[in-house]
C-alpha cells in the first residue's frame, strides 16, 4: 500500500481490536461450532467406523487389525449378498413409483379447487408422522390374521385364502415396498407440486393455442422444465430408501428367514444384534461407495444448473 | 384454463384426488379407530362373521390407560419433547451463523465448505451409527439423552444450514451494509438486521429439524438402552412387544399419542414447513 | 463537516479487475460531489470504498484529516443512501431512522427529537409507524433520506438513489435533494449515471469512465470545456455531434473537412491546432449549437443536411439530419415548418465548436 506516501502530519489512528470486522475473522467464528460438531459426530465417526472394519472388534473384545477380511468374509456372505440385491430392487421399484404416483398428486394438485390448502396440508401427513409409528399402523393391517386388508377383499369376494403379507418371503418385500412408496408419496407430490407453482402458466396457454394437446404439452413444456426438481428430489429421495432401515425394522425385522434385509438392517442385526461390530461396520461402509457416486451425481448435476 | 365437460373434471381429476387422499390417510384412521376399540373386538379373524373392522360401537380408553399404567409412556413422551427440542436449538444455532457465513460472507473456502455441509447433509445415519455408537460409550454418554443431544444435530445441522443459506442469500446486501453505515458492526449487523429479516426461514428450519428429530429411530435404538431413557420410537417398539406378541391396542395407542405433538406442531405451521420442505430441496 | 481526499486510489477485485485506476480528488467541505459515468467505470465502487464497504487495493483516503483505509465503516461517522433505500423491512418508520443513534449509544430524547426533527424536514411526521412495506416508493426514499441525516454525519454518501423512481418524482426529489443540501450543508458524494441529475445537483461533477476519471469540473465548465470526447458526448443532451474529419490548411486558414463538409476552424482552435495540417481529428458541436443558416452567417461555417426525423418538441424541433456520411443532430427554431427529406442549410456558432485528437480523443 502507498501509505508512506501520506504526509506525517495526517492522522493515522489505529483501530480499535476489531477483528470480528474482518469478514475472515467473523466466518471463521461463525462457522466453528458447526465445524466442531460435525467434526466430532460425522469425520471422526467414518474414521472410526473405517478403522473398525479393518478390525476383529466384538462388543466387549478389543479387536485386531485384519485388513480387508472383514469384507472378504461378508462378501461371501449369502445373506449380505441377498441385501445387496434387496437394497437395490428396494430402491429402484420405490423411486419409479413414487415418482409417478407423486407426479400424478402433484398435477392434481396444480389447480384451484375448494380446500386445497386443507387436502394439501392432510396429504403430507404420511411424511411428517415418525415412520416407526405409521409403519406399526400398516404392521396392523398386514397382521397375518388380524389383516384390515384379507378382510376387505375377502368381503368383495377377490379373495378366498388369506394373503400372508409379511410371512411369505416375496411378498415381504413388496408389502415393504408399498409402505415406503406411501410414505415417500407426499414428500415428491410436495416438491414437484412446488416446481410446477413456478412454471408460468402462460406457457401452458401459448403451447395450447400453438395447437398443443395436454399430453404434448406435458411432454413439452412442463416436463422439461419440471426436470431439474425431479433430479433433486429423486436423488435424495434415493439416499433416504438406499439407507433406509426403520420400515423394515419394524415391518418384518429382515425375515422372514433374513429374505428382507437391506444394508442397514443387516449390519444393525450384525453389529448390535449379533455383537459383531467389525462386520457390522463393515455392512454399513459398503453402502458407502454407491451413496458416494450419487452425491457426486448430484453435486454434478447442481453444478450444471447452476453454470447454465 | 378451460378444461371441459363436468364429468371430465370427475373422471380425471376429482375420483383420483380422493383415493389419493384415503389411501394415504387410511392408515391414521385405522391408528384412531385401533385405539378406541376394546381387546375382544381387536382379535377377530380376518374372515369372521359379523365383524365391523371399521367401526366400534364399544369405545374405550384401556389401551391409553394401559400405556401411562403400565409403561413409561409419559417419560418417553417428555424425553421425546426434551431431546428434540434442544437438538433443535443447538442446531438452529449453529446451522443460522454457518449459513450466514457461508452465504454473505466472503472469505478463502466458501465453497468448498458449502459443499461439505451439502455433502454432510446427504450422509444417512445408517452409514456411522456403529462407530458412533462406540464413540458414544467412550464419551460415556451411552443411555442417556446428551448421547443423542449431541448427535442429532449431525444430520439437523447441514439440514439447517443449507435452508438458512437459501433465505440469507435473498435478502439485499443493502440491508447490512447500511446497517454498518449507521454504526452497527458487521456481529451487531446479523443479529439485529439480517435474523430478524430471516425470522420465517429460522422457524421453517426449527419446524422441520424438530419433527427431524421427533422421528429419528436408529441413533435412539442404539444408544439408549434403559426403559426410563427411551424416546416414543424406541419405547413403543421394544416395550410393547413380548416376543412375538403384539400388544396391538396400546401400540396403536402410543402411535397416536406419539403422534400428535409432530402433528399439533405442523398443523400450526404447515407453510412453513411446506416451505422449509421445497426450500430443503431447492437449496 | 468535513473534506474528503481520495488520493491514488486504486481497486482491483481478485487480483486481476482493475474497477478503479489511480483516482485522486479532493472532496471540499459542505461541496456537493457527484460522480457520473457509465454502468462499470468505477464511481460506484470508488463510493463504495469511502464508505467502507469495499477495502483499498492501493492509496488513501482521508475524511476530515483521519485515514480511514482500515477503519469499519461503522466508525467512519458516514451516511449513506442506497438504490433500492435499503429499508429495515422488521422496523417502523421510526426504528428505521433511529436505528443508527442507537447503534451510537444516544439518550432516548435525544433520538426521539431528531427523529422527530428530520421527519418534519421530510413531510413525513404522519408515517413515522409505518412499515416499509406499508410506503410508496417516494415516501421511502424520503425514510432513506431521513435516516441519513438524523445521524449529523461528516458525509453524505448516496449511491444512485433516485433510479428507482418514476420520472417525475424523480425530478421532484431532485430539487429537494438540493434544497436539503443547501440547508444542511452536509459535505455529500452523490453517485449516478444520469447525467442531467450530475449538471442539476452538483456543485462540482467527476466524470469516470474505465475506472479513470476523465474530468473534474463544475457542470458548466464540463459542459463548455469538455476535456476529451467521452466527456463532451456524456455531458449535454441531445448528445454533441461528432463528425470524423481531416485538417486541411489552405488559405492561410485551418479547414476541418469531411464528405459533404468543410467548416473552417476559428481563430483559437486552429491556433492550438497548428501544425496539425493533413491529420485526423473529431470535430465536435452540441445540437443547440447549430441553427438554421441567415444572411448573416458566413459560408465556412455553413453545411447543407438533409432531414431525416422530425421530433417536434414544443420547446424546440429536434432534427436528424445527414450531412454527406456524417449524421448531425440539430435543435432548431419551434416555429419552423419542416418536412422529411427537405435540404437545409445549418451553420455552427463558431464559439462553440469543438476539436478532438483521433487518437487521444482529448480535446484540442
Known amino acids: 500500500m502507498a501509505v508512506t506516501a501520506v504526509s506525517g502530519s495526517v492522522a493515522r489512528p489505529i483501530p480499535r481490536l476489531r477483528r470480528m470486522e474482518d469478514e475472515r475473522w467473523l466466518a471463521f467464528a461463525l462457522l466453528v461450532p458447526t465445524a466442531v460438531l460435525l467434526g466430532l459426530f460425522i469425520a471422526y465417526p467414518f474414521v472410526e467406523g473405517v478403522l473398525l472394519s479393518l478390525n476383529s472388534t466384538r462388543v466387549g473384545i478389543k479387536g485386531e487389525f485384519v485388513g480387508l477380511k472383514n469384507f472378504d468374509k461378508v462378501w461371501n456372505d449369502s445373506i449380505f449378498r441377498t441385501s445387496v440385491w434387496n437394497t437395490f430392487w428396494y430402491t429402484g421399484v420405490t423411486t419409479v413409483f413414487k415418482l409417478a404416483l407423486g407426479l400424478w398428486l402433484a398435477i392434481l394438485l396444480n389447480r384451484h379447487f375448494r380446500g386445497k390448502a386443507l387436502v394439501r396440508a392432510f396429504i403430507l401427513l404420511p411424511f411428517i408422522i415418525p415412520t416407526v409409528l405409521s409403519t406399526f399402523a400398516w404392521k396392523w393391517m398386514f397382521d397375518p390374521t388380524f389383516s384390515v386388508i384379507n378382510w376387505t377383499l375377502f368381503q368383495l369376494g377377490f379373495i378366498t385364502q388369506r394373503i400372508n403379507w409379511l410371512g411369505d418371503p416375496d411378498l415381504a418385500m413388496t408389502s415393504i415396498i408399498i409402505v415406503n412408496v406411501w410414505r415417500g408419496v407426499p414428500f415428491f407430490a410436495i416438491s414437484l407440486l412446488a416446481g410446477l407453482q413456478t412454471i408460468s402458466p402462460e406457457l401452458q396457454e401459448a403451447a395450447a393455442i400453438d395447437g398443443a394437446r395436454p399430453w404434448q404439452r406435458f411432454w413439452h413444456v412442463t416436463w422439461p422444465l419440471l426436470l431439474p426438481v425431479t433430479m433433486v428430489v429423486v436423488l435424495f429421495s434415493v439416499i433416504q430408501t438406499f439407507a433406509d432401515f426403520q420400515l423394515v425394522y419394524v415391518m418384518t425385522g429382515g425375515g422372514p428367514a433374513n429374505a428382507t434385509h437391506l444394508f442397514a438392517t443387516y449390519a444393525y442385526q450384525l453389529g448390535i444384534g449379533t455383537g459383531l461390530l467389525s462386520e457390522g461396520a463393515a455392512v454399513s461402509l459398503a453402502m458407502f461407495p454407491f451413496l458416494f457416486l450419487i452425491v457426486v451425481v448430484q453435486l454434478l448435476y447442481i453444478r450444471r444448473v447452476e453454470t447454465r | ?283 | 463537516m468535513a473534506l474528503v481526499s481520495i488520493r491514488s486510489v486504486n481497486k482491483v477485485y481478485d487480483g486481476n479487475v482493475h474497477a478503479v485506476k489511480d483516482v485522486s480528488l479532493e472532496v471540499r467541505d459542505k461541496e456537493f460531489m457527484v460522480f457520473v459515468g457509465p454502468s462499470g467505470c468505477g464511481k460506484t465502487t470508488t463510493l463504495r470504498m469511502v464508505a467502507g464497504l469495499e477495502s483499498i487495493t492501493s492509496g488513501d483516503i482521508l475524511i476530515g484529516d483521519t485515514v480511514v483505509n482500515n477503519l469499519p465503516p461503522m466508525d467512519r461517522d458516514i451516511a449513506m443512501v442506497f438504490q433500492n433505500y435499503a429499508l429495515y423491512p422488521h422496523m417502523s418508520v421510526f426504528h428505521n431512522m433511529a436505528f443508527g443513534l442507537k447503534m451510537r449509544k444516544f439518550e432516548k430524547p435525544e433520538i426521539d427529537k431528531r427523529v422527530r426533527n428530520a421527519a418534519a424536514i421530510l413531510g413525513i411526521e404522519t408515517l413515522l409507524d409505518r412499515k416499509p412495506r406499508q410506503l410508496s416508493g417516494g415516501q421511502r426514499q424520503r425514510v432513506a433520506l431521513g435516516r441519513a441525516i438524523v445521524r449529523h454525519p461528516q458525509v453524505f454518501l448516496f449511491d444512485e438513489p433516485l433510479s428507482n423512481l418514476d420520472a417525475k418524482l424523480r425530478v421532484q426529489m431532485r430539487v429537494e435533494l438540493k434544497k436539503l443540501h443547501e440547508r444542511l450543508g452536509t459535505t455529500a458524494i452523490y453517485v449516478t449515471h444520469d447525467q442531467v441529475e450530475a449538471m442539476t445537483l452538483g456543485d462540482r461533477v467527476v466524470v469516470m469512465k474505465d475506472g479513470i476519471v476523465q474530468q473534474v469540473g463544475e457542470p458548466l465548465e464540463l459542459y463548455n470545456t469538455p476535456a476529451n470526447k467521452f466527456v463532451a458526448g456524456f455531458i449535454g443532451s441531445p448528445a454533441m455531434n461528432f463528425a470524423d474529419v481531416t485538417l486541411a490548411e489552405s488559405d492561410g486558414k485551418l479547414w476541418a473537412e469531411a464528405q459533404g463538409l468543410r467548416i473552417g476552424i476559428p481563430g483559437e482552435i486552429a491556433r492550438r491546432a497548428n501544425g496539425r495540417n493533413g491529420a485526423h481529428a473529431t470535430l465536435g458541436i452540441r445540437p443547440e449549437d447549430i441553427h438554421l443558416a441567415g444572411p448573416t452567417d458566413p459560408t465556412d461555417l455553413c453545411f447543407d443536411a438533409e432531414v431525416e426525423v422530425i421530433e417536434q418538441l414544443g420547446s424546440e424541433i429536434v432534427l436528424d439530419t445527414r450531412v454527406g456520411n456524417s449524421a448531425f443532430v440539430a435543435s432548431v427554431d419551434p416555429t419552423l415548418r419542416l418536412k422529411v427529406h427537405d435540404r437545409l442549410k445549418l451553420a455552427m456558432n463558431p464559439a462553440r465548436l469543438h476539436l478532438f485528437d483521433a487518437g487521444s480523443e482529448a480535446a484540442i
Request: with cysteine.
Open chain 2, 1 to 283: 384454463m378451460i378444461e371441459g365437460a363436468a364429468w371430465r373434471k370427475w373422471v380425471f381429476y376429482n375420483i383420483p384426488l380422493i383415493l389419493f387422499v384415503f389411501v394415504l390417510l387410511f392408515p391414521f384412521y385405522w391408528m384412531i379407530i385401533t385405539t378406541f376399540r376394546p381387546d375382544g373386538e381387536l382379535y377377530r379373524p380376518w374372515n369372521a362373521a359379523n365383524y365391523q373392522p371399521f367401526w366400534t360401537n364399544n369405545p374405550t380408553l384401556d389401551h391409553i390407560l394401559y400405556l401411562f399404567e403400565e409403561t413409561s409412556f409419559g417419560r418417553w413422551m417428555l424425553n421425546t419433547m426434551f431431546i428434540a427440542a434442544v437438538s433443535t436449538v443447538i442446531s438452529l444455532f449453529c446451522g443460522v451463523l454457518a449459513g450466514y457465513a457461508l452465504a454473505r460472507l466472503n472469505f478463502p473456502f466458501a465453497g468448498g465448505l458449502g459443499t461439505v455441509i451439502f455433502v454432510t447433509y446427504l450422509v444417512p445415519q445408517t452409514l456411522l451409527f456403529i462407530p458412533l455408537a462406540e464413540i458414544i460409550r467412550n464419551f460415556r454418554l451411552g443411555d442417556t439423552p446428551w448421547s443423542l443431544i449431541l448427535t442429532y444435530p449431525t444430520f439437523l445441522i447441514p439440514f439447517c444450514t443449507w435452508l438458512m443459506m437459501g433465505y440469507f442469500k435473498a435478502i439485499p446486501k443493502e440491508l447490512e451494509e447500511c446497517a454498518r453505515i449507521d454504526g452497527a458492526s458487521r456481529w451487531k449487523a446479523m443479529i439485529y438486521i439480517i435474523l430478524p429479516v430471516a425470522v420465517p426461514g429460522i422457524l421453517s428450519a426449527g419446524i422441520f429439524a424438530f419433527t427431524l428429530s421427533w422421528n429419528e429411530f436408529i441413533y435412539a435404538l442404539v444408544f439408549l438402552s434403559s426403559p426410563d431413557q427411551k424416546t416414543v420410537p424406541v419405547g413403543v417398539t421394544s416395550e410393547l412387544i413380548r416376543g412375538d406378541v403384539f400388544f396391538w391396542g396400546p401400540l396403536m395407542a402410543g402411535a397416536l399419542l406419539g403422534s400428535i405433538p409432530v402433528a399439533i406442531v405442523y398443523s400450526f405451521f404447515v407453510e412453513h414447513y411446506v416451505s422449509g420442505l421445497t426450500g430443503s430441496v431447492k437449496g
